[in-house]
């Protein structure tokens, strides 16, 4: 009976495994155990790349630009956005400093706010109480016209 990288197949039966979980593990080898999650981290680097390229490019940022900020040569970087390269989590927080969403870089969910939504906001308050009301009257209006906009609304902005 063969071993898998770090388990031991009495594991699988005490964690709740059903036997033919356990035995299509335990014929897994460490190759295959690596190739499936290569597989999975190429295809996530590729999506973080592309996010950190749709980022830079929001901020309007050269490639040349922010590998100097992040101190890497600029092939380096490059591959970061091509996906073949991980940025790490330590180079998070000097993008981040540069106006990146780092979060969605990294999950693909918005954290910051996009220019639109700063105006909004902007304009929000510097409404007077009465605008403020007249605001809150018309998402009421539109929720009772489209009951699930409060919570998209809500799911959106949490």
């Known amino acids: 009976m063969g071993r898998i990288h770090g388990f031991r197949p009495i594991s699988f039966f005490r964690s709740g495994f059903r036997a033919s979980s356990a ?59 091509k996906g073949e390269a991980d940025p790490g989590i330590y180079r998070m927080p000097r993008l981040a400093a540069c106006g990146f969403d780092v979060l969605y870089v990294i999950t693909e969910e918005r954290h910051l706010a996009v220019e639109e939504e700063s105006e909004l906001l902007n304009r929000f308050r510097e409404l007077s109480q009465r605008g403020r009301a007249s605001i809150f009257t018309t998402l009421d209006a539109l929720e009772r016209l489209a009951p699930n906009l409060r919570r998209e609304l809500r799911k959106r902005f949490r």
């Open 23 to 81: 035995l299509i593990l335990k014929e897994a080898t460490p190759t295959t155990i690596r190739t499936n999650m290569a597989t999975t981290s190429t295809k996530q680097r590729q999506d973080m790349g592309a996010r950190l390229r749709l980022e830079r490019e929001r901020l309007g940022y050269e490639p040349r630009q922010i590998a100097q900020l992040l101190g890497v040569p600029l092939d380096v970087y490059e591959r970061f956005e």
